[in-house]
């Protein structure tokens, strides 16, 4: 295989990619572009985030195997990677370190975000507070009422969470309310992006903040295993913590790629989030990817038992990825979440979030086929604390 | 000659008063109606908004004209179809789409410039598509006779504005702040000085829009811009009618701007 070396200098994973914002943003995403460049360059600036990292949010997250799940599914070695365990309860923190001081570089106090299920904007206001910036998070009213701990802990956090009310009141409808706020005040203001998608450079940024995933994996896999896995796999809302696993693995031949997106009632219906296995490409939120659009070009709502993959888009590079067929990009509906949900619990004792239950629930579909010296790598991408409400409520249960 | 090139021959240093409103707000068998309503009060260029799920660069009332439109499942295929009937009618006002671009790239370039101009589109802005992306399109829309339509912002630097100016055609649209549609904040001395700074590598005429809310500030930037757009305020007229009403008030308010900025 060709080295791998994207996007290029305009954003562009193949025919994915690019910037596709008004006029009035062009100059910032420029600015930004130039700054990253600045500090990607900048050892300084790496070996702060490292430290960040490491005293911070815990670094590296520990591989952990799951034998007793293993052993009851008969066939492949699962083992996790476990970003449940960090600071703030998911990969998400990894990015907003990395974004908020780019932002401190920039001269930026006041940092914007979107949020779905709330676990970017709880990390965003985890970094204002810890850096000193004001923090303004907007989120979907319907997602504030399905992730309501989580927005109380923004607020705990002195973030200012306000509550979207277009669209379908999720997390699209939230980034397009993000990307309102930062045209009005463009000059003051940080976008910190949340998931690997958006205009250039965040979908590569996103990418370079969250490889330390796969990174560690790299290094931890042979002291574990003594080589590295047969299969990665992860979930895929926009494709933040699979392409952070994946990216370090592209350049592996014998490793397998999976990503893992939410199939909700099923991809035979339209109520699902699925725009890999079931989608086309499009341009929405400033970037050219596969959508969940109809026939017209207008987006489709979309449905997830969890609220960070209810998401009609998906990042550039993992529509290259799913192109060049380097990654397969497959889909697990609701039910079969849930029951990888409540097996982890019972059997792991670890209590995954929602989001991560979808590639969970692949592992768990595919093991039994598989030898038992065959090791599948689960980037578990979050902790489920937040989702315990969803959960009862399923359950007929109100806590 | 272009249909809008024409109409900035016949103005002859006149200024343009080119009013927006969505196609199909508040219903689609309303738009053809308010697009003559809006010629009736003396609009010289129309631009006609193709809704979209998620206007980002949309302020509160362009979003809810977006979804009203929508909730009677307008596509570009039938706003295209309004201005063929517009059409029958009135053959001499140019007619610019505004919008984004999936629901184009979703028809697909070629054929979406082809029926555009075939229904008497004049002009087109996709807000989503700066010029750095805007090649194919781009090519499609002149190939068909159709005039590209730009954006230049107030964070627009030099070198760009230049850039823009070689590829634009019609008209460019001078985003008068720094926010989405119908935003409030509108400096009018920063905005007249800005105009002037443009023309040193602009060369079609220029349009500004984004926030121009009433008569008076219409008046104070028509001193230096060659066409004012108006939106947001427009839409709001559209929003508080009864839909008997709307093209009435909607040439009304259209009238009142057009003389004040004669
Ligand atoms: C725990 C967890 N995993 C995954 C996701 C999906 O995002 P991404 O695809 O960017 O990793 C989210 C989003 O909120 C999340 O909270």
């Known amino acids: 295989m060709q080295q791998y070396d994207l996007p290029d200098a305009s954003g562009h994973f193949g025919a994915y990619g690019g910037i596709f914002v008004a006029e009035t943003l062009m100059a910032a995403l420029e600015e930004l572009k130039a700054e990253y460049a600045r500090a990607k360059a900048d050892p300084a600036f790496w070996a702060e985030y490292r ?10 997250s520990p591989v952990y195997h799951a034998r007793r799940w293993s052993e009851a599914l008969g066939g492949a070695q699962i083992y996790l990677k476990r970003e449940d365990l960090n600071h703030t309860g998911a990969h998400k923190v990894n990015n907003t370190i990395g974004q908020a001081l780019l932002a401190r570089r920039m001269g930026k106090k006041r940092v914007i975000a979107e949020t779905g299920a709330g676990q970017h904007g709880v990390a965003s206001a985890t970094v204002a ?7 303004v998070v907007y989120m979907g009213s ?53 998931t690997a998608a958006g205009p250039h450079p965040y979908p590569m940024m996103v990418r370079d903040f969250q490889r330390v995933i796969g990174e560690e994996c790299k290094v931890q896999m042979p002291e574990l295993i003594g080589r590295q896995p047969d299969v990665v796999v992860a979930c895929v809302g926009g494709g933040s913590n699979a392409i ?26 339209v109520r699902h989030a699925a725009p890999l296995s079931a989608g086309t490409p499009g341009v929405l939120h400033g970037f050219r990817g596969y959508l969940m659009q109809d026939a017209d070009g207008q987006i489709m709502e979309t449905h997830s038992v969890s609220a960070g993959l209810d998401y009609p888009g998906v990042g550039p590079e993992h529509c290259y990825l799913k192109d060049i067929g380097r990654a397969e990009y497959t889909a697990v509906d609701d039910d079969e979440a849930l029951r990888a949900f409540h097996d982890c619990c019972r059997l792991e004792g670890i209590i995954p979030a929602l989001e991560s239950s979808h590639a969970l629930a692949w592992a768990a579909k595919a093991a039994p086929a598989m030898g038992r010296d ?8 979050g902790r489920g604390d937040k989702d315990i409400n969803t959960i009862a409520g399923l359950s007929g249960i109100s806590l | 000659m272009s249909r809008i090139a024409e109409c900035f021959n016949r103005l002859a240093g006149h200024k343009a008063l080119i009013p927006f409103i969505t196609a199909g707000d508040p219903n689609p068998k309303l738009t053809v109606e308010l697009m003559h309503g809006l010629v009736d009060g003396g609009a010289d260029i129309i631009e006609l908004g193709v809704p979209f799920s998620d206007p980002m660069a949309d302020g509160p009332v362009i979003q809810r004209a977006s979804e009203r439109a929508l909730k009677h499942h307008v596509s570009l295929a039938q706003v295209l179809d309004m201005v063929a009937t517009f059409r029958l009618e009135n053959t001499y006002t140019p007619v610019v789409l505004m919008g984004y671009l999936n629901p184009v790239c979703a028809m697909g370039f070629q054929r979406f410039a082809e029926r555009a101009a075939a229904c008497g589109v004049d002009g087109v802005l996709t807000v989503d598509c700066p010029p750095e992306e ?32 070689q590829l634009a055609r019609g008209y460019v649209y001078y985003v008068s702040l720094k926010g989405v549609t119908g935003a409030g904040h509108l400096d009018i001395a920063e905005v007249t000085g800005k105009i002037a700074a443009l023309r040193e590598s ?39 009618a009864e839909p008997q009403a709307a093209k009435q008030r909607l040439a009304r308010l259209v009238a009142e701007l057009k003389s004040a900025i004669r």
């Open chain 1, 51 to 60: 430290h960040e990292l490491a005293h911070y949010v815990g670094r590296p």
């Open chain 1, 129 to 135: 507070a810890r850096y000193g910036m004001e923090c």
């Open chain 2, 202 to 240: 602009i060369t079609v005429p220029i349009g500004v829009g984004f926030g121009i809310r009433d008569a008076e500030t219409a008046r104070a930037l028509s001193g230096t811009a060659d066409a004012i757009v108006v939106g947001s305020r427009l839409v709001q007229e559209i929003e508080a």
């Open chain 2, 134 to 165: 805007a090649d194919e399109l781009t090519g499609a829309l002149v190939a068909a006779g159709l005039d590209p339509i730009f954006l230049v912002a107030p964070t627009t630097p030099p070198d760009r504005v230049a850039r823009i100016g």
């Open chain 1, 244 to 269: 952070g696993l994946f990216h370090p693995y592209i350049d592996v031949p014998d490793v397998r790629i999976v990503g893992v997106e939410a199939g909700g009632e099923g991809l035979q219906g």
């Open chain 1, 142 to 194: 319907e997602d504030i009422k399905r992730q309501s701990p989580n927005v109380y802990r923004m607020k705990l956090l002195g973030a200012t969470v306000v509550p979207v009310e277009s669209g379908s009141r999720t997390l699209k409808d939230a980034l397009n309310e993000a990307m309102r706020d930062w045209v009005t005040n463009v000059d003051s203001t940080f976008y910190i992006l949340g």
């Open chain 1, 374 to 381: 065959q090791v599948i790598l689960v980037n578990l991408s």
